[in-house]
């Protein structure tokens, strides 16, 4: 019988762990018991905006086929490896597991597309279960059964990618890591069908995180064959305890929601909108550059500190130019505006004249305003200009799209260099898809 089994939010961003990781465990544990793996494992982003995700907001769904009078079993198992790996001490770690007999219902679907783009409460995902038969099962505030059903939800017949994750060995969990990142250079250009290795513009590796997790590095891909086989190019600097290929909706911007006016905007959902920039560019602490953009109602835009460069392009905005902004929308606080955190940005149009004061014909200086409706003079040639001219503005950006350096992408961000789709690809398990020795 076709099983699929859900889990979330069992790390913690400071006390280490991480939702593939378990979810690796699981599968072994699994796959001990006899059941057969019909897909890769699934790693499925969910929104990316809400305030109190672990760390990517990333659920880990498990789809087999095993005997009905094992399915007890396969439950029993997940709760006791929740129950023996997540981090309870940690109070955003609300650890939630799903399981679903037979196919996903469309109204899962739904279910995962709202859990995409919206912020849920514990109920919606109680009542999404009662309507598709799924069971759950809640730790402590029980929010991760909300990730854990919506992540079987997204079975990735549409565009999907794949991450090889490799983990280290529990003594050197904490401890810096030491990826040799000329390899991790080669092997991004030997390798096409990989992407997100190497910032050349910040000049850092993208495959490891910063964070004290099981996570040695993460190679990402088109294909299984492609990860695998960039992951053997890479020089680590420690033993791998194990590695897993997931199936993923990473880099599909599958996030993303177009809205037609600033007034159908939704807190916490990301969006794409197009509108004309209403405020110039101006800088607030810590580097960020916020404008404003007009759309049946305004709305600030944000390019934050970390996406480096981006700003550059930025700050070169003026009042009248037109664009299409991408990013998650951040609500307004006391100390905070409420703005589009952008993910990327396309230039649609930009202004390159305006109406101003004439030029003096003779000296070529600007006229002075003699009041309204009285017209122009030049004040040292006492020349008169009735009305306003359009005066041509030198710019340095361009109309084109624009996004920030790979340090600053979302998991869910397709960027500009990923032309393709492998929507309605055959899915099929390669030889070593896990190697889980003696994790
Ligand atoms: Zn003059």
Redesign the pocket.
Known sequence: MRVHLGVDSTDSLTKGMCTTYLGMILVRRLLELGVHFVDYPNLIRLNPNIPYKTRGNGAVALRIDVLERKIEKVFTTARETVEEMAVFSDPQTNPGIALLKGDVPDVLHEFYERALHRLLQVEDAYTAAEKVGARLHGYKNRRGVIGALASIGEPLKRDHTYELLTYREERNWGKKRCINPETVIKMDKKIGEVFFNYDYEESTICIAPHTVCPVLMGIRGETAESVKEAASMVDTGEPISAYVIYRTNQHTSFHFEKVSSVSDITDYSSIVLEGKVVRNPFAIQGGHIFFEIENKGRIFCAAFEPTKKFRDTVRNLIIGDFVRVYGGVQPGSKDKMRAVNLERLDIIEVKTSAYANPQ??????S?TSKGKEKGFE?K??K?KKRNKELIHITRNISAGTYEPPPSAWRHLYKMRARKRTNAGKKIALIEGWIQSGNA
């Open positions: 003096c014909s003779r000296c070529g200086k006229m030049c040292r040639c020349i």
